[in-house]
């Protein structure tokens, strides 16, 4: 069954409203996710953000068509039937860059269309480091958070390479939600996704500890944060940073004068790739 808020569903005239940008897996923010995740009951949410789902390689940043998360948002949304869709983009500064409005499909495909033209950013060969950040303050207030900004890093970091995010982390992993539960289920990134892809294994929050686990399987994750102590970030089966220049001159030292290194200052308002 899908269930969509009730008093959504009896108005007359019904507006989508929200941002775009690049999404982690539903490879864009906006247009249909304000009926799924933003309208829908938590069982219809779960299993859209199930692990089989998240763990489809098109469930991606920019990627929207074949998407099987973002594929179901769509058509949950126009079952619904949404008169009208607003939507807009914008710059670091939080300025409008853009207003995309009238039908939910084509309006959201020009607004995507035109995100993707300044934030996707191809990159010739991968990175043996990547430093990132989860975009500052706001966004880096938890742990949760700031698994955005290291799954950006992993697009473009090499198979053994590693991640050093800055994250303030204010509101710690953070204590609400189920995140933290899931993630001290595990004493490994790869026992947390065998707990994760059981069969019948749903949990508001899975999506993120999977999101971060996939990304250990390829690279090492450092986390430079005001606010968790070291065992709070090995707790949550990631590595403490307590400089950033001490952490990079080590790992320089593990992948030699030679290594290359790539640095995301906005973290995920900015997606790198690797061009074909």
């Known amino acids: 069954p899908i269930w969509v808020n009730r008093t959504y569903m009896e108005a007359s005239v019904r507006i989508l409203t929200g941002l775009i940008e690049p999404h982690f897996f539903a490879g864009f923010s906006g247009g249909p996710k304000a009926v799924l995740p933003g309208l829908a009951g938590e069982e219809t949410i779960l299993r859209n953000h199930g692990a089989e789902m998240i763990g489809h390689p098109k469930a991606t940043w920019g990627v929207t068509e074949g998407n099987p998360v973002w594929e179901e948002m769509r058509e ?10 607003l939507n807009v983009t914008v ?3 939080r300025q409008i860059t853009g207003v995309f ?7 959201h495909r020009a607004g995507v269309e035109f995100a993707a033209r300044s934030a996707l950013v191809g990159v010739p060969a991968p990175f043996d480091i990547v430093i990132t950040s989860n975009s500052g303050y706001p966004l880096d207030l938890n742990l949760y958070q700031a698994v955005k900004g290291m799954s950006a890093a992993a697009q473009v970091v090499k198979e053994g390479g590693s991640i050093i995010i ?8 953070p204590d609400h939600g189920h995140y933290k539960e899931i993630l001290h289920m595990a004493d490994s990134p790869q026992e947390l996704l065998r707990i994760i892809r059981r069969p019948g294994f749903l949990m508001r929050d899975q999506w993120e500890a999977q999101v971060q686990a996939l990304v250990q399987l390829k690279a090492d994750v450092y986390v430079k944060t005001s606010y968790l102590s070291d ?4 707790g949550a089966l990631l590595r403490p940073c307590h400089s950033i220049e ?24 900015t997606i790198p790739y690797v061009l074909k």
Do not use: H
């Not at 409005?101 to 309006?107: K, P, T, V």
């Not at 800055?166 to 992993?173: L, P, S, V």
């Not at 065992?231 to 090995?234: A, K, L, P, Q, T």
């Not at 001490?246 to 308002?269: D, K, M």
């Open 91 to 93: 710059n670091k500064r």
């Open 101 to 107: 409005a009238g039908d939910l499909d084509q309006a």
């Open 166 to 173: 800055a994250a303030e982390c204010w509101d710690g992993i």
């Open 246 to 269: 001490e952490t990079l001159a080590q790992l320089l030292e593990r992948y030699g004068p030679e290594a290359t290194i790539c640095v995301l200052p906005e973290g995920p308002q």
């Open 231 to 234: 065992e709070e970030i090995r």
């Open 76 to 85: 949950v949304a126009a079952m619904t039937e949404p008169s009208f869709l």
